[in-house]
């Protein structure tokens, strides 16, 4: 079911959190690693002070359309970073030339480039594989449910998603392929949508909801804000 963004989930108390609480991040800073140049290139952002001693869990964040300075997602990436996730951050398209065709092999390659840095790169954040999130964002959240589609190939070289977190997601060039029916079962799954989004409505977000056929009713749910 659709639950709106305003809306408590059924069962919780009067005000539960809407109390903001004081900061707990575990890390006080973070490092940033600009890797590559054009549509191909992306970001490394590594928590630090302390740095992490066990393996971190790995998030890659896929920007919207033109939004491809990660600054437009700063508060968000710093929240992740500083609670101890890597975030790589895939640069898939130039600012006025990438074919909307080249943007998931653009992404692909910049996220198999960077799984290779944070793995054996000197002196990086060692990842943990088995707590991988896909986030994406307008264009970026099409993206991300075609690389957790992909990534159910053994032969694609990526982990499997604990979680797909797709926001407002948007299709540039209608394809059917890669079929999201082929996103694992153990994926959770959040699609976010604007009641009053006149830019990509939701219908790109109701057909990635309802075509992702393998994660049971209990592991989706669909928000509207």
Do not use: C
């Amino acid at each position: 079911g659709v639950l709106r963004a305003d809306e408590d989930p059924p069962g919780t108390p009067p005000n539960s959190g809407r109390i903001e609480p004081e900061s707990t991040s575990p890390h006080r800073s973070f490092k940033r690693y600009e890797i590559g140049e054009g549509p191909r290139s992306y970001w490394i952002f590594e928590p630090d002070d302390p740095k992490p001693e066990a393996r971190a869990p790995l998030v890659v964040f896929l920007h919207g359309w033109f939004a491809v300075n990660p600054g437009f997602y700063g508060a968000w990436i710093d929240h992740l970073v500083r609670d101890g996730k890597i975030v790589i951050f895939p640069r898939y398209q130039n600012d006025v030339d990438t074919a909307p065709q080249d943007f998931l092999p653009n992404a692909l390659a910049a996220i198999h480039d960077a799984l290779g840095v944070v793995h054996a790169g000197v002196g990086h954040v060692r990842p943990d594989p088995t707590r991988f999130v896909l986030i994406g964002h307008s264009a970026g959240g099409n993206l991300a449910a075609q690389i957790a589609a992909l990534a159910a190939d053994p032969h694609a070289g990526l982990p499997i998603p604990q979680a797909l977190v797709i926001v407002m997601p948007g299709e540039i060039v209608p394809t059917r392929e890669p079929s999201l029916s082929s996103i694992s079962a153990s994926t959770l799954l959040i699609v976010m949508v604007g009641e009053e989004d006149v830019l990509v409505g939701d219908l790109r977000g109701r057909q990635i909801f309802a075509q992702a056929t393998a994660i049971p009713p209990a592991r989706k749910r669909f928000v509207l804000f």
